[in-house]
């Protein structure tokens, strides 16, 4: 019931807003059971994928947005709640992942929709990064569920990572046909297994959304950004503390020039007073003795 309500209350606003058009809707099953696997280029990716489909879908989230303190952790709480969204606590990563398994078998053992993101994390850009195995296969060899591969279109430009304000455009989404993995029914624990039916479904989905494929996860990309942005940062500023240092050293021997002008010029002033001083000492002693001669002359 909640969860009806928030639809038409996010839902609603959301299409009526930014009209999201919509390729494939005919691979959603009326009912039953299915697993939604899309890529992630956007936060807003949960809200506009559930906006345009008639069934409940669940996706995952982190345990924070339902943890969090104080009124606005409550309102978060409720509003992940609201439109489907499950906790999963992320403090192991290996922890994270048996949750997401459980949290997505029993979605589906409920005959419902689960939705979830096998990159694992949002692409820093824009690009398609190699999928995880132990989630979305996991679960699909265990329920047998059929995978729907879902392409997320432009929600990148909408919401970029770090800004808040929504900018007003058409996203889109198009919705694949199933993939039947039921061959594979009983090998969840094989690694191989789940690496093919993982990059089986991140193939669909590159052809769904036209994005370039990156042969590397997301999360290990991200970590790249992350410290060729520090590096770049550092960079920066040993060439900020060089350039201020430059521009000290050019002051001070500015400062050194002017004071040895200055310096000159006031040896060149002392030389001239006393040039002149023995000028007038001079003219002072011929005065004289021109005077003395003089008095001679008239005895």
């Known amino acids: 019931m909640f969860y009806g309500t928030m639809k038409v209350a996010i839902g609603g606003p959301l299409r009526l807003a930014f009209r999201p058009w919509v390729e494939g809707m005919e691979n959603i099953p009326a009912e039953g059971p299915a697993i939604l696997a899309s890529n992630h280029l956007s936060f807003s990716d949960s809200f506009f994928l559930p906006a345009v489909l008639d069934r409940k879908v669940t996706f995952i989230a982190k345990a924070e947005y339902f943890t969090t303190p104080g009124v606005k952790g409550r309102l978060t709480a409720a509003f992940f709640k609201g439109v489907g969204q499950l906790p999963v606590d992320r403090s192991g990563a290996r922890g994270a992942g048996e949750a997401a398994v459980r949290s997505g078998i029993e979605v589906l053992e409920r005959g419902e929709l689960f939705g979830i993101y096998p990159e694992g994390t949002r692409s820093p850009d824009g690009r398609l990064y190699r999928g995880k195995p132990g989630g979305l296969a996991r679960v699909a ?159």
């Open 141 to 299: 060899l265990a329920t047998g569920a059929p995978v729907i591969p879902v392409a997320m279109i432009d929600t990148e430009k909408i919401q970029p990572p770090g800004k808040v304000v929504p900018k007003l455009m058409r996203p889109g989404i198009r919705i694949g046909r199933p993939l039947d993995f039921s061959r594979y029914q009983g090998m969840e624990h094989d690694r191989f297994v789940l690496r093919a039916v993982t990059d089986e479904v991140m193939y669909e989905i590159m052809k769904l959304s036209g994005q370039e494929y990156v042969d590397m996860y997301a999360t290990a990309a991200k970590r790249q950004l992350t410290e060729a942005a520090k590096a770049e940062k550092a960079g920066k500023a040993a060439t900020a503390a060089l350039e201020k240092a430059e521009k000290a050293q050019a002051q001070k021997e500015r400062v050194e020039r002017e004071l040895a002008e200055e310096s000159r010029r006031e040896e060149a002033e002392e030389a001239k007073d006393a040039k002149a001083a023995e000028a007038a000492e001079d003219a002072k002693d011929t005065a004289e003795a021109k005077k003395a001669g003089e008095e001679r002359t008239a005895e």
